[in-house]
């Protein structure tokens, strides 16, 4: 509120230079950015979730069901590409870390508004040539979203595009980054120390460091693919003198990396989400903080586990092995942290805590059979089997979209200034919690007996744990639908929400829902730590 | 759309030296192919080194460490307010810019003229050594000259922005970040310059 009583319009009403759609998609402010991500990333999620589905109904029967060989080799290929590099790299930072970045530290916007409105059409302008591989050319590209070489320039599928989205999402990514470190290191409010400052952020500022020195790489590697297509450069082509494991290396030193800048700022949100629930401060905060840069750091070095059986020194083997060992402890002790945050708190069981938990349940599964890849005798047996493919689901998916979706339930008061129906929101997140576990907790099994990963098909002996895995997917896109519907009725029809529904303590609860375009009418002063639950009150 | 314009210079410069890392690791990446393959084919690399013109290439660092030189002056007479030495300067190193990539384009047209490109019949016949040190020249050498005519591009904003004082003693930070982006193409180079044309 202004000191001439009338309510300043919120972010969502505002009216500037343009109207309509022009409003939106060339505004400069964080919050309508953070929008226009969500919105461009449900899209995207919804293609991917489809495909994902239309796999799931090809395996439910050995051979043939619904589809052909190149048809599936095609289908995952674009599930990967979508899910990976359109949704959950950019996911978290660019939709909440831009809408809530700012204000967690107490700021009017990021420190670049205009580079970041850029980066939302570099990140579409990437998203349509990735796509336009789909119907350009000669059929759609058939390597799996890691674009190995050789196979990358020998098929004859449309590459180019998709490896040139690649590409360019990159640079949105980086771009990204670059302004989350500037803004963090030069807009916090004033008292708020490094060690004030709340746990999203710091996730976001040891992402926005990886997503700037880790994507380069890949970039560049990216780009020797397209001169290998296009120029037969070599660098990866035997028959010239190069050689493709050296591709391997080159991809997995960013894609390694790359799966921090997506559990990072999922840790960050559900270190926000457990404390509001539990009415107590979070438990260890320095541990978290600590463990957020070494994972940052250590996850730079352990690329090598992707490729125990592409031809690698013992000595390299184990090295790599060990150093995930090491990776896996400061992410454990964050496990620890939120359980201790929970003893003896005060729990209340809304909507975003149930998510938060369940994050943890699933985050934990994912954790654990990493290990069991990253050690190399039992990576050797489950290498390339439907077992990875369970694990990466439980981390990018139960990790990650667990997170996103906590993210969103937590966060839809502030948003939109509306709640949500919790009855219907905690219904479709049984089903979905539910139908996940099935949908991938039967893939372990199959590939600790030895089913293979990218086939269309698999012999009888499969059967069963398949249909299970597949009865499953239709029951957690069913939990999605209930959910999503949800939210899109609340956010038109949901009845107005107060400043601080759920009784959070960091600064985004003090300001009006929807906070106004300048976020606070006057930039707050820092006393206290983030978590300081003194006064606060859910109202 | 906040009303009030922020202005942070001191941020700018974080976001420009943070953007020239990315620039570095970029780099970066080809930089670790060149040492792979140069360690697997010492032999073929220093051959194939001798092909290349080293006179044009010490011309060429030379054109490049004077503009460097050029560029970081210019920004020293726009904090001093003298405008037209500033314009001087920096039409001097746009041209000195354009002079480099000009021995460029000759360089890489008589390696082309003799039939030495990707792809190409005669260089694979030379072996596989010689296809990957010419594979990394073009390429390495390529994205430089890309990066130089970005910053030369860059340059003649700032020259504009010069002339019409909108880069001025009281708000030159463009400058600066447009002079980092240059000193960087610069440093590319240093390094490129004795991987390709020094190790014969
Ligand atoms: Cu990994």
């Known amino acids: 509120m202004s000191s001439n009583n009338l309510p300043e319009p919120s972010y969502l009403e505002y009216k500037g230079r343009f109207k309509g759609l022009f409003a939106w998609i060339f505004s400069t402010d964080h919050k309508r950015i953070g929008l226009l991500y969500l919105y461009s990333i449900m899209t995207f999620f919804i293609v991917g979730a489809i495909l994902g589905l239309l796999m799931k109904f090809e395996l439910i029967a050995p051979g043939k069901t619904i589809m052909d060989a190149k048809t599936y080799n095609g289908i995952f290929t674009l599930h990967g590409i979508t899910m990976i590099f359109l949704i959950v790299i950019p996911g978290l930072p660019a939709v909440f870390g831009n809408f809530f970045l700012p204000i967690l530290i107490g700021a009017k916007d990021v420190a670049f508004p205009r580079l970041n409105l850029l980066s939302w059409w570099i990140y579409i302008f990437g998203a349509v040539v990735a796509l336009s591989s789909q119907f350009l050319g000669d059929g759609p590209p058939d390597t799996g979203w890691t674009f190995y070489a050789p196979y990358s320039f020998k098929t004859t599928t449309n590459m180019l595009p998709a490896v040139m989205g690649a590409f360019i999402l990159g640079f949105s990514s980086i771009l990204t980054g670059l302004n989350f470190i500037v803004t963090i290191h030069r807009m916090r409010a004033p008292g708020m120390t490094w060690l004030k400052m709340p746990l999203f952020p710091w996730t976001l500022y040891g992402t926005a460091w990886i997503q700037l020195l880790a994507t380069p790489i890949v970039g560049i590697t990216l780009l020797m693919i397209v001169a290998e297509r296009t120029l037969q450069i070599g660098f990866f082509d035997p028959a010239l003198g190069g050689d493709p494991v050296l591709y391997q290396h080159l991809f997995w030193i960013y894609s390694h990396p790359a799966v921090y800048i997506m559990i990072l700022p999922a840790m960050g949100v559900i270190s926000e989400i457990l404390p509001t629930f539990a009415r107590k401060p979070i438990f260890g905060y320095k541990a978290i903080v600590v463990s957020t840069i070494l994972i940052a750091f250590i996850g730079y070095f352990v690329w090598g586990h992707h490729m125990f059986t592409a031809g690698m020194s013992g000595t390299a083997q184990f090295a790599f092995s060990f150093l995930t060992f090491l990776v896996a402890i400061p992410s454990a002790i964050k496990v620890f942290n939120w359980i201790s945050t929970l003893y003896k708190g005060s729990i209340q069981l809304r909507t975003p805590f149930y998510w938060a938990a369940s994050f943890i349940f699933v985050f934990m599964i994912g954790g654990l059979t990493g290990l069991v890849l990253g050690s190399v005798a039992t990576n050797v047996h489950v290498h390339d089997t439907a077992f990875v493919v369970a694990h990466f689901h439980f981390i990018v998916f139960g990790g990650v979209g667990f997170a996103f979706l906590a993210a969103l339930h937590y966060w839809f008061p502030k948003i939109y200034g509306r709640t949500f129906d919790e009855g219907m929101a905690n219904t479709g997140w049984v089903i979905f919690f539910i139908g996940f576990l099935f949908l991938y907790f039967p893939m372990f099994i199959l590939g600790l007996k030895g089913m293979p990963r990218r086939y269309f098909d698999y012999v009888q002996d499969f059967h069963g744990l398949n249909i299970v895995s597949s009865m499953g997917a239709v029951l957690m896109i069913f939990g999605f639908f209930l959910l999503f519907i949800n939210l899109v009725r609340s956010a038109r029809f949901g009845k107005p929400a107060s400043k601080n529904p759920w009784g959070g303590p960091t600064l985004e609860w003090q300001i009006a829902s929807p906070p106004t375009v300048e976020n606070f009418d006057k930039i707050p002063k820092i006393t206290k730590g983030p978590y300081d639950f003194t006064n606060v009150k859910p109202d | 759309?906040?009303?009030?314009?922020?202005?942070?210079?001191?941020?700018?410069?974080?976001?420009?030296?943070?953007?020239?890392?990315?620039?570095?690791?970029?780099?970066?990446?080809?930089?670790?192919?060149?040492?792979?393959?140069?360690?697997?084919?010492?032999?073929?690399?220093?051959?194939?080194?001798?092909?290349?013109?080293?006179?044009?290439?010490?011309?060429?660092?030379?054109?490049?460490?004077?503009?460097?030189?050029?560029?970081?002056?210019?920004?020293?007479?726009?904090?001093?307010?003298?405008?037209?030495?500033?314009?001087?300067?920096?039409?001097?190193?746009?041209?000195?810019?354009?002079?480099?990539?000009?021995?460029?384009?000759?360089?890489?047209?008589?390696?082309?003229?003799?039939?030495?490109?990707?792809?190409?019949?005669?260089?694979?016949?030379?072996?596989?050594?010689?296809?990957?040190?010419?594979?990394?020249?073009?390429?390495?050498?390529?994205?430089?000259?890309?990066?130089?005519?970005?910053?030369?591009?860059?340059?003649?904003?700032?020259?504009?922005?010069?002339?019409?004082?909108?880069?001025?003693?009281?708000?030159?930070?463009?400058?600066?970040?447009?002079?980092?982006?240059?000193?960087?193409?610069?440093?590319?180079?240093i390094f490129l310059f004795p991987l390709f044309y020094l190790i014969s």
């Open chain 2, 1 to 189: 759309m906040s009303s009030a314009v922020h202005r942070d210079d001191i941020g700018s410069k974080i976001g420009m030296w943070l953007f020239i890392f990315t620039e570095l690791l970029f780099f970066g990446g080809l930089f670790i192919v060149y040492s792979v393959y140069r360690f697997k084919n010492p032999v073929a690399f220093h051959l194939a080194a001798e092909e290349l013109d080293v006179m044009i290439g010490t011309v060429n660092t030379v054109i490049l460490l004077i503009s460097s030189m050029t560029v970081a002056m210019s920004i020293t007479a726009v904090q001093l307010g003298e405008r037209k030495r500033a314009i001087l300067l920096l039409s001097i190193t746009v041209i000195l810019a354009l002079v480099f990539l000009v021995n460029k384009y000759f360089e890489w047209s008589s390696k082309i003229g003799h039939g030495i490109y990707p792809g190409s019949e005669t260089l694979i016949e030379l072996g596989t050594g010689e296809v990957l040190f010419f594979g990394l020249y073009f390429s390495m050498t390529g994205l430089h000259a890309l990066h130089l005519l970005i910053g030369v591009t860059i340059l003649i904003v700032m020259l504009a922005k010069v002339i019409n004082s909108s880069v001025n003693t009281g708000y030159f930070v463009q400058l600066e970040n447009s002079g980092l982006y240059w000193h960087l193409v610069d440093l590319i180079w």
